[in-house]
């Protein structure tokens, strides 16, 4: 019986040592959920980026205004800034996965030493019983319960030693695992890396360019305005012009010996009638107009797009009482056509025709030039009816379709 209750102990003692549950694996990490919405946030702002960079293509195809093309490269400088942001938080998630998958590591590798050892010293024990231990066991039992107690000790005993092997097997597993993570992730870090850097050139360049296209948006500015200054002085200019040409014309009429007044050649009944100066395209109209760099300038005219060389004609008869460079208007045709009514024909390559002349409608007046290098050839046609300037549109017959 006394030997008995010791085989009952030693089988309590194996049921424990064979029911403790192995080692738990480690959950994952909070990191990797983070890693990925870094990831996420890193995808969305580079689409971001890649759609400013067609809207700065789409710009630079057009014209437009420089200041433009800075507040786009202030909003890439933005989104590459906020990559290399991405980027740095997720070396940082990456570092702190590797600490953890290295942690998780070496507790495998401590735990399949300690593991190994107990089975080694199981296998040692059972080779040195030989093979027939466990039946010389059986038999030497001296009762039938002493028996079934040595039965069940023993299939305890195989049962550990296979949870022990099991566990030895899911711990080089682990390790291998946990080794093949490291080595992803340690690539993932210096592939980051390397993003990091060309992200971080990218900024720089970005600034560069930023800076040197502030400076031509600047310098556009400058010219821009000193243009309008131009503009708007060489209006006054061919104002007076007008002007002076009127005052002369009734000083002449004035005289004591005068003939009869002079009868205007542009009638209420032309509205909507009249012949083009020239065959073309509307390049600006009549009017308050807005530049893509946001000034504001005024044509009292309208540009017509034209080769350079296409004759320019009379819209009526008249005499040209100026032919001669008005500053921004180029080499320009004003022709009188009676009563006090004017029309102005601006940006010309060269006149036929000098102050003084008599003209008639439809006689070639000179040719299309480009007295703007920033615009097309064309020309530059007003109307002005007793000296003050109206939408010529209004005039020229409606242009077929």
């Not at 949870?163 to 097997?169: F, G, M, P, S, T």
């Not at 821009?224 to 002369?248: F, G, M």
Request: aromatic share 4%.
């Amino acid at each position: 019986m006394r030997h008995g209750a010791w085989i009952a102990l030693g089988v309590c003692a194996a049921i424990g040592h064979a029911q403790q549950p192995p080692a738990p694996t480690p959950a994952p990490v909070p990191s990797a959920e983070r890693l990925r919405q870094q990831r996420d946030e890193l995808e969305r702002v580079r689409n971001e980026r890649n759609q400013l960079q067609q809207q700065m293509q789409r710009i630079q195809g057009q014209v437009h205004s420089l200041s433009e093309e800075v507040t786009n490269l202030d909003r890439q400088a933005d989104a590459t800034a906020r990559v290399v942001k991405s980027l740095d938080l997720q070396l940082t998630s990456l570092g702190e996965e590797v600490d953890n998958a290295s942690a998780s590591l070496v507790l495998a590798q401590d735990e399949l030493v300690i593991k190994r050892a107990l089975l080694g010293r199981r296998v040692r024990e059972i080779y040195k019983r030989g093979p027939l231990y466990s039946l010389e066991a059986l038999l030497s039992a001296q009762s039938f319960g002493a028996l079934v107690a040595r039965y069940k000790y023993l299939h305890l005993a195989a049962q550990r030693d296979r949870v022990l092997v099991h566990r030895v097997e899911t711990l080089n597993e682990q390790i291998g695992g946990h080794r093949t993570q490291l080595v992803r992730l340690r690539t993932d870090m210096e592939l980051s890396r390397e993003e990091r850097a060309a992200e971080e050139r990218r900024l720089r360049e970005l600034e560069g360019v930023r800076g040197r296209s502030l400076q031509a948006a600047q310098r556009e500015q400058t010219r821009t305005a000193a243009r309008l200054a131009a503009i708007q002085r060489d209006e006054q200019r061919l104002s007076t012009l007008i002007a002076s040409a009127d005052a002369e014309r009734r000083r002449v009429e004035g005289r004591p010996n005068a003939g009869p007044a002079s009868i205007s050649t542009l009638r209420t009944t032309d509205l909507g009638r009249l012949a083009w100066p020239v065959d073309g395209t509307i390049l600006y109209r009549f009017g308050r107009a807005i530049n893509p760099n946001n000034t504001t300038i005024r044509w009292n005219g309208v540009g017509i797009g034209a080769i350079a060389g296409t004759p320019v004609r009379s819209v009526a008869d008249g005499a040209v009482v100026v032919a001669e460079n008005v500053g921004t208007y180029g080499l320009t045709v004003i022709l009188q056509h009676g009563g006090g009514d004017y029309s102005v024909y601006g940006s010309l390559a060269r006149a036929d025709v000098k102050k003084g002349q008599k003209v008639t409608k439809g006689q070639t007046l000179g040719t299309v030039g480009r007295a703007d290098p920033d615009m097309e050839p064309h020309l530059h046609f007003e109307i002005r009816p007793r000296g003050r300037a109206v939408d010529p549109l209004d005039w020229l017959r409606q242009q077929p379709r």
